[in-house]
């Protein structure tokens, strides 16, 4: 799963309109343009050029959004088949180093309704940790009490959770494919809602949306939630509401056992496999569909690390699956409509190098406008500030508002933190899509979790945080950038820039930060617990 659209084409607003007011505006509208020297010139033409391009990404929420409203009826208009006797199923559990959570998930899918002898669950167990041996337990135990568990251990990680799901194919006795990560809480009736939809035959894969355990624990969840929503609502909705192209995002969805053989079975060329194996099943037939209406709660990242590493994967794997797929998809028998929202939904990561880009050429991109006048920037501008501003600023309250009717008001005081966070996630996510575009392999990084009860957290292992390493000092460094940027403004008396310019400081300043905080907190917590084991 991954977030299909990048967030911050909106800082497109950046040295936005000036506040000087100028006797004979029109009539010297365009008086600035011609002294433009060819140096300025060339830094106006790649800047305004990477501006379009991330604009067309702006103008797709915007088409989404339509797309939706129009087609979301589709979503709930008829109402599945029922099959006559019911189908084996095979439920998957891909592990990890998973010590925090295991108990909850296999506790939570032993209540699973559904005919025990018609059921296989499955454990795939890569961990390298304490989790192996706990967790095996565990399966023993529910084994003896009449549960149909298999218990597999892969002492290497080949393939990671690609391999480990395929491997576990060669002894899966089920027609259909149900598959949870290890965060997930499934509901007791999950089967019994959505294997009935594989009585049309020509159905690969039916996913079902996301809801979340700690929604509530920080401002960190609270901003991961809407922009998850925007994806699981909108995205999903419009796709699969007007028949185009959308993906199973890894967890909390079930597939046709035939339709993962017939596609070319779990390939993990990619860090994003369940995208891959989607478009491949699609190009081959297949239909999908999308459950809204059933929800499977999750547990969300607590920490702005483990949320940036989340992230870059998504942003890396997604556009691997670009790299391999879209030729193939734009060669194929399709309609054009599928084939540009395919291109849409694989592609908007590279937004975040060319943020970058942007973020560099900002300063003496102000330099030059300073001199242009007032209607000139803002002839240039306001179409920026619509296509990428706006259209983030409705995209994710119109999920809300879809979600939650009475209260999406609300989420309007968390934009700011939103905007924030896509700005925090520049960095990382750039790292992960130029290593994608250049081949560079990296290997699966996974999301520590922490089963949360209430608003605290179980203790955590050191183990089970990556070390952020150089990351928050560029953050911090392009931060200060930015802060040398609002002085410039406000020296200029360039005001209404500043409040984007600061959207900017706060992103980065927040990532560098909250993680620099965040993992100075757990070296003590470490030391802490050393000093006390010494003692004992």
């Known amino acids: 799963m991954v977030f299909s659209n990048p967030l911050f084409g909106l800082l497109f607003a950046q040295p936005a309109v000036g506040t000087r007011i100028v006797n004979g505006l029109f009539d010297d509208a365009f008086s600035g343009i011609y002294r433009l020297s060819p140096f300025d010139w060339a830094l106006l033409i790649p800047y305004f050029g990477i501006l379009a391009i991330l604009s067309v990404y702006g103008l797709h929420r915007y088409e989404t959004m339509r797309r939706y409203r129009r087609y979301r009826k589709n979503l709930l208009a008829t109402a599945p088949k029922k099959f006559e006797q019911l189908p084996k199923v095979t439920i998957q559990l891909p592990l990890y180093n998973e010590r925090f959570v295991v108990a909850r998930l296999l506790e939570e ?39 149909p568990i298999e218990y597999r251990h ?83 909705g419009a796709r699969c509401g007007s028949g185009l192209f959308f993906n199973f995002n890894g967890t909390a969805g079930i597939l046709r056992r035939q ?16 995208s891959d194996l989607s478009y491949r099943a699609q190009l081959k037939g297949w239909r999908f569909v999308y459950v809204p209406v059933l929800d499977c709660p999750s547990e969300l990242p607590i920490e702005t690390y483990g949320f940036q590493v989340q992230q870059a994967r998504w942003a890396k794997g997604l556009t691997q699956v670009a790299k391999k797929l879209l030729p193939r998809i734009l060669r194929a028998d399709l309609p054009w409509r599928v084939k540009v929202e395919a291109f849409l939904h694989l592609t908007p990561n590279i937004s975040y190098p060319l943020m970058i880009i942007i973020s560099m050429l900002m300063l003496p991109v102000m330099i030059v406008r300073f001199y242009m006048g007032v209607f000139q920037m803002a002839l240039i501008d306001f179409p920026l500030i619509v296509a990428s501003f706006w259209s983030i600023s409705a995209f994710y309250l119109y999920a809300q508002k879809e979600l939650y009717p009475k209260t999406w008001w609300k989420s309007i005081a968390f934009l700011p933190m939103l905007m924030a966070a896509g700005v925090a996630l520049t960095v990382s996510n750039s790292k992960g899509v130029l290593e994608a575009l250049f081949g560079i392999k990296t290997s699966f990084a996974r999301t520590p979790k922490y089963a949360l009860a209430g608003q605290k957290p179980q203790p955590r292992s050191a183990d089970y945080r990556r070390r952020s390493g150089w990351l928050p000092y560029v953050e911090f460094v392009i931060g200060s950038y930015f802060v040398y940027m609002v002085e410039f403004a406000i020296q200029t008396q360039n005001f209404l820039a500043i409040p984007f310019l600061l959207l900017f400081v706060c992103g980065y300043y927040w990532a560098a930060f909250s993680t620099l905080y965040e993992e100075y907190r757990d070296k003590l917590q470490w030391q802490r617990a050393r000093k006390l084991a010494e003692v004992e």
């Open 109 to 147: 899918v032993s209540r699973i309704e559904y005919p025990r002898e018609l059921l296989q669950i499955q454990v795939l167990d890569d961990s390298t940790d304490e989790t192996h041996p706990y967790t095996e337990r565990l399966c023993n135990q529910y084994r003896a009490a009449g549960l």
């Open 154 to 236: 892969r002492t290497n990680r080949h393939g990671y959770k690609a391999g480990a799901l395929q491997e576990g194919l060669a002894t899966a006795t089920g027609e259909f494919i149900a598959i949870f990560d290890a965060d997930f809480v499934p509901p007791v009736d999950f089967l019994h809602r959505t294997v009935h939809f594989f009585a049309d035959s020509d159905v690969g894969v039916v996913q079902t949306r996301w809801s979340y355990l700690n929604k509530e624990f920080s401002i960190l969840t609270q901003v991961e939630a809407m922009l998850l929503d925007g994806h699981f609502v909108l995205e999903h």
């Open 259 to 274: 339709m993962i053989d017939d596609a070319g079975g779990w390939q993990h060329e990619t860090l994003t496999e369940d």
